[in-house]
């Protein structure tokens, strides 16, 4: 008889563990289907400023970002965070050198100041894939613990490789209900036939509200990009 | 005497220029005689390499025997100066120089660089030279190029414009058109 009844209870459990992840993986796929419906979807109207993560990258990537910023009322997309490589001095020095620029203009008064930060990279040019798969769990842990700090609400970016975690994070950020982040990417202009590997994931996978290219052959190409001519 | 103070008045430099990378092919195209013949031959008077991380340093000359003035640099914080005064500029494909230099209406000849491992900056270069901004080269065929080149066949490059952007973001995230 105890046998028995134990057996019983044994199979309460399983069925009781089977039922809640068949529950919590069903409420995952919904809320996972849920978001994927409401990316690019645009937001309600409001005058709040809106948190704003800027992510940098060496060549022409900083110059890029720094060319759309001018043009951005930054009254609205405010406190801003800029994040860029750990081995990339030069970007965070351009934005800094933006920042007091905007700061004078403003006649020495603003309300909050721009956040400058560092990313560890996945991989660097030439390292090996063993050692790649250590720093890009590093590089990942690090991603998340920034975008934890930070939780933006919009996501500028335009083609360095350290935007990929960010916006991976930002999207299970949206899933898991942490915060809704609306991710921007303009392709740069030196991508005229092809996207880069960063704007081909992002397009592929859905993951960037709106995606934006310079020239009108991408536009062809990738049919829910938004061509939106040279910014340069 | 009087040649130096003839010279002196028009003075016309072409400004070669790798950015933050290292281009020895090009600085060792532009360091050719026959390179150096083609620009003289076509009215520029000083050469200005700046030649970046690159190793192989080119040979300067001061020009007294009629020949090109030829100066070279590493790095300077902002290579803006010299490209306004120069007649010509010789650059990589990099999108940065290709702006800046456009924007300053220079002519211009980008020189794609083949040993890079991901070439997409060849493509930018190809579309601007078929739309008529600049003069597309390989640092084999610079030479030829130049000789080719009419400066007058070149279209102004018409400034860009981030508002259209701007718009977009702006209305998605619900803030008022400014």
């Known amino acids: 008889?105890?046998?028995?009844?134990?057996?019983?209870?044994?199979?309460?459990?399983?069925?009781?563990?089977?039922?809640?992840?068949?529950?919590?993986?069903?409420?995952?796929?919904?809320?996972?289907?849920?978001?994927?419906?409401?990316?690019?979807?645009?937001?309600?109207?409001?005058?709040?400023?809106?948190?704003?993560?800027?992510?940098?990258?060496?060549?022409?990537?900083?110059?890029?970002?720094?060319?759309?910023?001018?043009?951005?009322?930054?009254?609205?997309?405010?406190?801003?965070?800029?994040?860029?490589?750990?081995?990339?001095?030069?970007?965070?020095?351009?934005?800094?050198?933006?920042?007091?620029s905007l700061i004078n203009e403003a006649g020495g008064e603003v309300i909050e100041l721009a956040q400058f930060m560092q990313i560890y990279r996945s991989r660097e040019v030439g390292q090996s894939y063993i050692t790649s798969v250590v720093t890009t769990l590093v590089?990942?842990?690090?991603?998340?613990?920034?975008?934890?700090?930070?939780?933006?609400?919009?996501?500028?970016?335009?083609?360095?490789?350290?935007?990929?975690?960010?916006?991976?994070?930002?999207?299970?950020?949206?899933?898991?209900?942490?915060?809704?982040?609306?991710?921007?990417?303009?392709e740069s202009i030196a991508r005229v036939r092809r996207l880069s590997l960063s704007g081909l994931l992002l397009y592929k996978l859905r993951m960037a509200d709106q995606l934006f290219v310079q020239w009108p052959r991408l536009q062809s190409k990738y049919p829910r990009a938004h061509y939106v001519g040279r910014l340069m | 005497m009087g040649d130096t103070d003839e010279r002196r008045k028009c003075n016309r430099t072409a400004f070669v220029t790798v950015g933050t990378t290292s281009f020895d092919t090009l600085v060792?195209?532009?360091?050719?005689?026959?390179?150096?013949?083609?620009?003289?031959?076509?009215?520029?008077?000083?050469?200005?390499?700046?030649?970046?991380?690159?190793?192989?340093?080119?040979?300067?000359?001061?020009?007294?025997?009629?020949?090109?003035?030829?100066?070279?640099?590493?790095?300077?914080?902002?290579?803006?100066?010299?490209?306004?005064?120069?007649?010509?500029?010789?650059?990589?494909?990099?999108?940065?120089?290709?702006?800046?230099?456009?924007?300053?209406?220079?002519?211009?000849?980008?020189v794609v660089n083949e040993d890079l491992m991901d070439n997409h900056q060849s493509e930018l270069a190809e579309e601007l030279a078929d739309r008529k901004h600049l003069f597309c080269a390989r640092p084999q065929t610079l030479y030829q190029v130049i000789a080719a080149m009419s400066l007058e066949s070149l279209i102004p490059y018409p400034p860009g414009d981030a508002s259209p952007v701007a718009k977009l973001i702006n209305r998605f995230l619900g803030f008022p058109d400014d």
């Not at chain 1, 405010?78 to 994040?83: D, L, M």
């Not at chain 2, 050469?47 to 020009?63: A, C, F, H, V």
Request: glycine residues 6%; contains cysteine.
């Open chain 1, 1 to 100: 008889m105890e046998i028995g009844n134990s057996c019983c209870f044994f199979n309460l459990k399983s069925n009781v563990s089977t039922l809640l992840i068949t529950i919590t993986v069903t409420l995952v796929v919904i809320r996972f289907l849920y978001v994927i419906y409401w990316c690019g979807k645009p937001l309600r109207k409001s005058l709040q400023p809106i948190s704003t993560l800027i992510v940098l990258g060496s060549g022409g990537h900083t110059a890029e970002m720094l060319n759309l910023l001018s043009v951005l009322q930054t009254d609205h997309f405010t406190p801003r965070f800029y994040i860029a490589a750990a081995t990339d001095n030069m970007s965070l020095q351009k934005a800094r050198v933006f920042e007091n």
């Open chain 1, 139 to 186: 590089a990942m842990a690090h991603a998340s613990w920034l975008m934890m700090k930070i939780r933006p609400q919009v996501i500028l970016c335009n083609g360095p490789g350290t935007c990929i975690p960010l916006c991976v994070i930002a999207f299970f950020f949206k899933v898991l209900g942490i915060r809704w982040s609306s991710i921007f990417y303009v």
């Open chain 2, 28 to 110: 060792r195209a532009v360091d050719t005689r026959e390179v150096k013949e083609v620009l003289s031959k076509k009215g520029y008077t000083h050469l200005l390499i700046q030649m970046g991380r690159g190793s192989y340093i080119p040979q300067k000359s001061t020009g007294e025997d009629g020949s090109l003035t030829v100066d070279y640099f590493t790095f300077s914080s902002s290579i803006a100066d010299n490209l306004r005064s120069a007649s010509l500029v010789i650059s990589h494909a990099g999108s940065g120089s290709i702006f800046e230099t456009l924007r300053l209406g220079k002519p211009l000849i980008v």
